[in-house]
């Protein structure tokens, strides 16, 4: 199917009819391997979009530029990005009726990242790999949420045991696991870039933007970046919905994901059987926002 035309000939109809405002997408970028997120805001604007296979960010983030708006919304969602917009609607970041949804399912996306180095003729080793490392372990390649779908269904694509990596930490003795934490965020360099692409990291005052009282040092030693990822993983958990942005933007591959789904793994295993994203039911909150007398509190 040709996404790039269908997709154009639906944002055309919503902005012609007057049914949005605009329409988040993708456009091509100015260099080779790169499409960019991108908003139509008129019939004129939609013959820049396209979808193709470097259209791997997550729109649903986007959505949070607009949230004090009043503006109806077309957005183009895989279906990782559409848990996104689930997690939105959750945690009353945006009304569901200010949004017409295009669902697509996805057939997985490639790293431009990736495939710039994989070209540039410096990759030794033969052949590189392009695939976004996300699309290794996508449960859920078709849109959870949306009013419209286009291509054809497409079957889930976990490549291997989805737990396997955090198996492995866990199995390590406690100091070597300390080891590896301690040089993984060691190399952070607080850039933030993880906190600006998540859906879920969608706190209007962030607590490592307060500087009265700053409850988090600035600098990038080791205590403060710990303390950086102990909090967000907190704030993370039974709330990522695995779109893997927060890693592909890392640019020193800290391999956020490892954590991320060991509070997948966590909450479903404690507080599940629990996928976070999957199904929006209205007024439903994720696991971690709700009280249970039930609930597990042998460490308090
Ligand atoms: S994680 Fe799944 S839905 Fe998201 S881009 Fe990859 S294949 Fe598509
Ligand atoms: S993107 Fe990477 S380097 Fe930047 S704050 Fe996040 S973990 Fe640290
Ligand atoms: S923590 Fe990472 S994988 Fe999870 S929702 Fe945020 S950006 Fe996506």
């Known amino acids: 199917m040709d996404y ?21 997408a993708w456009e091509k970028g100015d260099v ?9 805001r008129s019939v004129e604007d939609v013959a820049r979009i396209v979808f193709d296979e470097y259209s791997v960010h997550n729109l649903a983030n986007s959505l949070l530029k607009f949230r004090d708006g009043k503006e109806k919304i077309g957005i183009v969602v895989k279906g990782c990005d559409s848990r996104g ?8 970041q945006i009304k569901r009726d200010r949004l017409y949804i295009i669902g697509v399912n996805c057939p997985g996306v490639k790293d431009p990242l990736k495939a710039m180095k994989a070209h540039s ?19 859920q390649p078709n849109p959870v949420i949306y009013d419209e779908i ?3 269904e497409q079957s889930p694509r976990v490549e291997g045991e989805r737990f396997a990596q ?16 301690e040089e993984a965020f060691s190399k952070c360099i607080r850039c933030y870039a993880c906190r600006q692409a998540c859906v879920a990291c969608n706190c209007r005052t ?9 409850w988090v040092g600035r600098e990038t030693k080791l205590s403060d970046n710990m303390m950086y990822h102990l909090v967000r993983a907190m704030h993370m958990a039974g709330r990522c919905i695995e779109c893997g942005e927060c890693e592909r933007v890392c640019p020193v591959d800290i391999p956020l994901m490892a954590i991320n789904r060991k509070l997948v ?3 479903s295993e404690l507080y599940g059987p629990y996928e976070a994203g999957m199904k929006y039911v209205e007024g439903q909150k994720p696991p971690l926002s709700v009280y249970n007398e039930k609930d597990p509190d042998n460490f308090l």
Do not use: S
């Not at 639906?10 to 988040?24: C, R």
């Open 4 to 24: 790039t035309a269908k997709i154009q000939e639906i944002a055309t109809k919503l902005l012609e009819n007057g049914q949005v405002d605009m329409v988040i």
């Open 32 to 40: 080779d391997y790169q499409t960019r997120p991108f908003v139509a």
């Open 85 to 92: 917009i689930v997690r939105l609607l959750e945690d009353n």
């Open 121 to 139: 003729g410096f990759v030794r080793n033969g052949q590189a790999d392009e695939a976004a490392d996300k699309c290794a372990h996508c449960i």
């Open 150 to 152: 286009i291509g054809e």
């Open 166 to 181: 955090v198996k492995e930490i866990e199995n390590l003795p406690v100091d070597e696991r300390f080891r590896f934490f």
């Open 206 to 214: 962030c607590i490592f933007d307060e500087t009265r009282p700053q």
């Open 265 to 267: 793994k966590d909450v």
